[in-house]
């Protein structure tokens, strides 16, 4: 089956997706892409683009795929009228109606949500054939926050696409190559001082504030631990982790991001536990990455997290308050000997495009049999 897979935001997590497929699917998977920056304007300007591209490749789909970045909408009208009615997959990274925002812009001014943006992603999920999420957490929020994007609007709210697009979502999880850490696996058992393992962006979003008043609490109560903070960083110099750089002092044995995935890969075999105070996650790829790599979770219980973690381990890894997030490492640190003992690896193997790869193939598979299908369910007038 030949597969275009169009993605305007080609980097990072994007970008790892759309190449982890297009190495390990057994369809020909063709990548239609755009460097992955000014994610406001891929949203407008994108589809005009690919679809220009595309009209010059050779041959024509069985399938699209295409992330939430692209206006399927304009995309399509601009292909009517040399592209076949092929069957069209819509796939949810993130979406523009639940993704957090700043509590203030550049200007200390209050951020409101631009709701253009979440209805581009509607208008795509409606004329998708099938709408795939990442995480059944991410596949609720949307579809919960719709009824509330269009009750925004004065009349003809359209209330039945919240119920059309429940019935053709589905969750299929992100692919990682999880298997190239193997490679950097040390010989010997992890010892020393409990090391915990922050590899998250270095943003709002993901509650650096917390994780690095807890370590504070460690420091009073003279706990012994050392700590890596990995994690790409997007402002010149984030200020609370400056300052924790003064606080915890030679207690940080890596301060700052990571390229080099072989470097990367050293760190996360090498930590202990792996920590979130996110306050967005839709799907969880850095956790992923360090339970494969045999770190422990200490996570909060929300968000797309609960669904990471085996639910007989649910009371060992999940905290629900600040201090449940003490309590767990303050637990961690003090019996680190029987911690390193345990693993919830398997937990997460299957994420590995080696195995998921092969379930991406059949639900696509089964999607383009279908052929396409009709968005106005028999509504009324």
């Known amino acids: 089956m030949n597969i275009w897979l169009l993605e305007p935001y080609h980097t990072g997590s994007h970008q790892a997706w759309a190449e982890g497929y297009r190495a390990h699917s057994a369809h020909q998977v063709t990548l239609l892409t755009l460097p992955g920056r000014f994610w406001k304007w891929r949203m407008h300007g994108a589809a005009i683009t690919l679809a220009r591209r595309a009209r010059m490749l050779s041959g024509r789909p069985d399938l699209i795929l295409a992330s939430d970045m692209l206006n399927l909408s304009t995309f399509l009208a601009l292909a009517g009228g040399w592209l076949p009615p092929v069957p069209v997959v819509a796939y949810f990274h993130e979406n523009q109606l639940t ?22 992603n509607l208008t795509s999920a409606l004329l998708a054939d099938a709408v795939l999420f990442n995480s ?19 009349d003809y709210n359209e209330l039945w696409t919240v119920e059309a697009l ?19 696996r040390p010989t010997r058992p992890r010892s020393g001082p409990p090391l915990l393992l922050w590899n998250h962006r270095w943003e709002y979003d993901k509650g650096p504030e917390a994780f690095l008043r807890a370590l504070s609490v460690l420091v009073e109560e003279k706990l012994d631990f050392r700590v890596a903070l990995l994690g790409e960083s997007f402002r010149q110099k984030p200020a609370e982790f400056l300052t924790a ?108 495009w ?9 639900l696509l598979s089964e999607i383009a049999r279908r052929g396409r299908t009709d968005p106005f369910p028999d509504t009324g007038p």
């Open 354 to 362: 080696g195995q998921l790869a092969p379930v991406y193939d059949h």
């Open 99 to 120: 993704y957090p925002l700043p509590p203030i812009d550049g200007g200390g001014r209050p951020v409101k949500r631009d709701l253009h943006y979440g209805f581009i």
């Open 136 to 154: 059944g957490y991410h596949r609720d929020a949307f579809l919960d926050e719709l009824p509330r994007l269009l009750k925004h609007f004065p």
């Open 245 to 352: 750089q003064d606080r915890l002092g030679n207690r940080i044995v890596q301060f700052g991001y990571v390229a080099d995935q072989a470097t990367y890969s050293h760190w996360l075999w090498q930590a202990d536990a792996v920590v979130s105070c996110a306050l967005h996650e839709f799907f969880g790829t850095a956790v992923v990455e360090a339970m494969y790599c045999e770190c422990w979770p200490i996570l909060p219980n929300r968000l797309a997290y609960p669904e990471i973690i085996p639910r007989a381990w649910h009371g060992a890894c999940l905290y629900d308050d600040t201090e449940g997030l003490h309590y767990r490492l303050r637990q961690l640190i003090q019996d680190i000997d029987q911690l390193r003992t345990r693993s919830l690896r398997d937990a997460v193997a299957h994420l590995d």
């Open 166 to 184: 429940r019935i053709k979502s589905q969750v299929l999880p992100v692919g990682l190559n999880l298997a190239h850490h193997d490679a950097h």
